[in-house]
C-alpha cells in the first residue's frame, strides 16, 4: 500500500509541474525528473503486484473446496496438496457393462441414478463417452455419464445404481451365482441326471455331470445362461468341489441359495 501511495504522489507531482511547465514556470529538467519518478514509482507497483499473484493460489475451475490440510503461516513446498477441489456440477459416473451389451449403448443416451444415501431420490443424466477400449480380462467396458447434480446432493465417491433405458424387455433363463464354476477354459455347472446305481431304499440315484454354459448378463446374485442348458434343468447349486461326472447326489433343496435380483447392498 505504501508503493502504491507513493506513486498515487508521484503522478499528482508530476501533474502539477506540467502545469507550471507549460507556463514556463519551471525547467524542462524538473520535469524530466518528475517523469522518471513516476515511472520508477509505478515499476515498484507493478514488482510488487508480480509478487502477490505469484502468492496467489487459484484454483483451476469453479467447484467446492474440502477440508485444508494447512495453516496460516505454514511454510509449504511447490506440489503439496492444501485442499481438494470437487466439480460436482455436473457430476460424472463412471461405470462398467459387458462386452455384449455394446450394441445397446450410445452417447447421449439418457440414464437414471439413485444413491442409499438420497433415499427415493432419482437424478437424470447422459452417457458421455464409452471407452473404445475393452478391460481384456473382464471383458466389460467402461462408460462415463453426466449426472445433474444442480442442487449438489451428490458427492464424489458415492456408491450409486445407474440405470439405462436399453429397449424392449429381454428375458433370460437365470441361475444363482453359486451354481457355475468359472475356469480358464470355460464356465460350466453340474446338472441331474438319472443314474443306475440304487440306494438302500431301492431307489435310483441321480448323478452328476458337468456341462459347459455361455454366461450372459448379471443382476443381484442372478446370471443369465446363453447357452449350454435349457429350462427345467435341474442344477447343483451348492458343494461342486466335491463332484465330478458321475457322482452320485443326494437332493437336498432345504437350504436355498441367494437368488435375489435386486439384494441389499452390505453398508446397509
Given at each position: 500500500m505504501s508503493l502504491q501511495a507513493a506513486a498515487e504522489l508521484a503522478q499528482t507531482v508530476y501533474k502539477r509541474d506540467k502545469a507550471q511547465y507549460d507556463i514556463?514556470?519551471?525547467?524542462?529538467?524538473?520535469l524530466d525528473a518528475d517523469a522518471a519518478d513516476l515511472k520508477s514509482k509505478k515499476a515498484q507497483v507493478d514488482q510488487q503486484?508480480?509478487?502477490?499473484?505469484?502468492?496467489?493460489?487459484?484454483?483451476?475451475?469453479?467447484?467446492?473446496?474440502?477440508?485444508?490440510?494447512?495453516?496460516?503461516?505454514?511454510?509449504?513446498?511447490?506440489?503439496?496438496?492444501?485442499?481438494?477441489?470437487?466439480a460436482i456440477d455436473p457430476i460424472y459416473a463412471d461405470f462398467y457393462l459387458p462386452q455384449q451389451q455394446l450394441?445397446?449403448?450410445?452417447?447421449?443416451?439418457?440414464?437414471?441414478?439413485?444413491?442409499?444415501?438420497?433415499?427415493?431420490?432419482?437424478?437424470d443424466g447422459k452417457i458421455r463417452s464409452i471407452n473404445p477400449r475393452?478391460?481384456?480380462?473382464?471383458?466389460?467396458?467402461?462408460?462415463?455419464?453426466?449426472?445433474?447434480?444442480?442442487?449438489?446432493?451428490?458427492?464424489?465417491g458415492m456408491y450409486a445404481n445407474v440405470k439405462i433405458d436399453a429397449g424392449g424387455v429381454q428375458?433370460?433363463?437365470?441361475?444363482?451365482?453359486?451354481?457355475?464354476?468359472?475356469?480358464?477354459y470355460g464356465a460350466t455347472v453340474f446338472v441331474v441326471k438319472p443314474g443306475a446305481q440304487k440306494n438302500a431304499q431301492g431307489k435310483v440315484m441321480p448323478v452328476a455331470?458337468?456341462?459347459?454354459?455361455?454366461?450372459?448378463?448379471?443382476?443381484?446374485?442372478?446370471?443369465?445362461i446363453l447357452k449350454g442348458i435349457g429350462e427345467?434343468?435341474?442344477?447343483?447349486?451348492?458343494?461342486?468341489?466335491?463332484?465330478?461326472?458321475g457322482t452320485p447326489l443326494v437332493i437336498d433343496n432345504r437350504v436355498l441359495p441367494a437368488d435375489n435380483p435386486n439384494p441389499t447392498p452390505q453398508e446397509q
Amino acid at each position: 500500500m505504501s508503493l502504491q501511495a507513493a506513486a498515487e504522489l508521484a503522478q499528482t507531482v508530476y501533474k502539477r509541474d506540467k502545469a507550471q511547465y507549460d507556463i514556463q514556470a519551471i525547467a524542462k529538467a524538473q520535469l524530466d525528473a518528475d517523469a522518471a519518478d513516476l515511472k520508477s514509482k509505478k515499476a515498484q507497483v507493478d514488482q510488487q503486484a508480480a509478487l502477490v499473484e505469484k502468492k496467489t493460489i487459484r484454483a483451476p475451475f469453479a467447484g467446492r473446496v474440502g477440508i485444508t490440510t494447512v495453516n496460516p503461516g505454514q511454510y509449504i513446498n511447490p506440489g503439496d496438496a492444501i485442499v481438494t477441489l470437487q466439480a460436482i456440477d455436473p457430476i460424472y459416473a463412471d461405470f462398467y457393462l459387458p462386452q455384449q451389451q455394446l450394441g445397446q449403448l450410445q452417447v447421449g443416451q439418457a440414464i437414471v441414478v439413485d444413491t442409499n444415501a438420497l433415499s427415493n431420490r432419482t437424478f437424470d443424466g447422459k452417457i458421455r463417452s464409452i471407452n473404445p477400449r475393452v478391460d481384456a480380462a473382464t471383458r466389460n467396458v467402461q462408460i462415463e455419464a453426466a449426472v445433474d447434480n444442480r442442487e449438489r446432493k451428490l458427492l464424489p465417491g458415492m456408491y450409486a445404481n445407474v440405470k439405462i433405458d436399453a429397449g424392449g424387455v429381454q428375458r433370460y433363463l437365470t441361475l444363482p451365482q453359486t451354481a457355475i464354476t468359472y475356469n480358464p477354459y470355460g464356465a460350466t455347472v453340474f446338472v441331474v441326471k438319472p443314474g443306475a446305481q440304487k440306494n438302500a431304499q431301492g431307489k435310483v440315484m441321480p448323478v452328476a455331470q458337468q456341462v459347459f454354459v455361455t454366461p450372459g448378463p448379471t443382476r443381484g446374485d442372478q446370471v443369465a445362461i446363453l447357452k449350454g442348458i435349457g429350462e427345467g434343468t435341474q442344477v447343483v447349486t451348492s458343494g461342486q468341489l466335491k463332484l465330478k461326472n458321475g457322482t452320485p447326489l443326494v437332493i437336498d433343496n432345504r437350504v436355498l441359495p441367494a437368488d435375489n435380483p435386486n439384494p441389499t447392498p452390505q453398508e446397509q
